[in-house]
T-cell receptor
Framework: KNEVEQSPQNLTAQEGEFITINCSYS?????LHWLQQHPGGGIVSLFM???GKKKHGRLIATINIQEKHSSLHITASHPRDSAVYICAAPNFGNEKLTFGTGTRLTIIP | DAGVIQSPRHEVTEMGQEVTLRCKPISGHNSLFWYRQTMMRGLELLIYFNNNVPIDDSGMPEDRFSAKMPNASFSTLKIQPSEPRDSAVYFC?????????????FGEGSRLTVL
């Protein structure tokens, strides 16, 4: 089973700040997922990446396969970015995802 | 496409009652997953299907839980009898393709409260 760790667990920042959330995992993977969950809401897939970097609007995800580490960055953060961000890595060779415990992000206006 | 559709969105029931949660995956998606989310344990995979066939149900907590996928457009997760510790949000997700990797599309979840 892949062990997935996220940091920080909680993050509060002012609107406009650059945000970084980190994720590390223990077993080599084919792809890593970043998910977003708003309070009381559903889960949205933000990124699935297997190498390098992906960008979607103000969100950027990077992954270093050798170091087994991924980061999610948010530029020019906004209160609507307030949510729980979860990374997930598959166990090698099957479809089961191990989820991190999530990072609760709060952006203050 | 309407996305993954789950029902009911909320259910409150009494211990011992049967609970049935429903999921309609995105049309054309080959894989369907049932997850449970609790404060204590986070997100956990219960079971997943590929082309309507259950592939791995090792995450199903006990015999009280069962899941079916009679066709490509419908799946159910049943709990009988329900217990207070089953209270959680249950998410259904689907994914296109046959490969192990691929973006997951989640439903809005079914929040279950067992009194």
């Amino acid at each position: 089973k892949n062990e997935v760790e996220q940091s920080p667990q909680n993050l509060t920042a002012q609107e406009g700040e650059f945000i970084t959330i980190n994720c590390s995992y223990s077993v080599g993977i084919s792809a890593l997922h970043w998910l977003q969950q708003h309070p009381g809401g559903g889960i949205v897939s933000l990124f699935m990446l297997s190498s390098g970097k992906k960008k979607h609007g103000r969100l950027i995800a990077t992954i270093n396969i050798q170091e087994k580490h991924s980061s999610l960055h948010i530029t020019a953060s906004h209160p609507r970015d307030s949510a729980v961000y979860i990374c997930a890595a598959p166990n090698f060779g099957n479809e089961k995802l191990t989820f991190g415990t999530g990072t609760r992000l709060t952006i203050i206006p | 496409d309407a996305g993954v559709i789950q029902s009911p969105r909320h259910e409150v029931t009494e211990m011992g009652q049967e609970v049935t949660l429903r999921c309609k995956p995105i049309s054309g998606h080959n894989s369907l997953f049932w997850y449970r989310q609790t404060m204590m344990r986070g997100l956990e995979l219960l079971i997943y299907f590929n082309n309507n066939v259950p592939i791995d149900d090792s995450g199903m907590p006990e015999d009280r839980f069962s899941a079916k996928m009679p066709n490509a457009s419908f799946s159910t997760l049943k709990i009988q009898p329900s217990e207070p510790r089953d209270s959680a949000v249950y998410f259904c997700a689907s994914r296109p393709g046959q490969v192990l990797t691929g973006e997951l599309f989640f439903g809005e979840g079914s929040r279950l409260t067992v009194l």
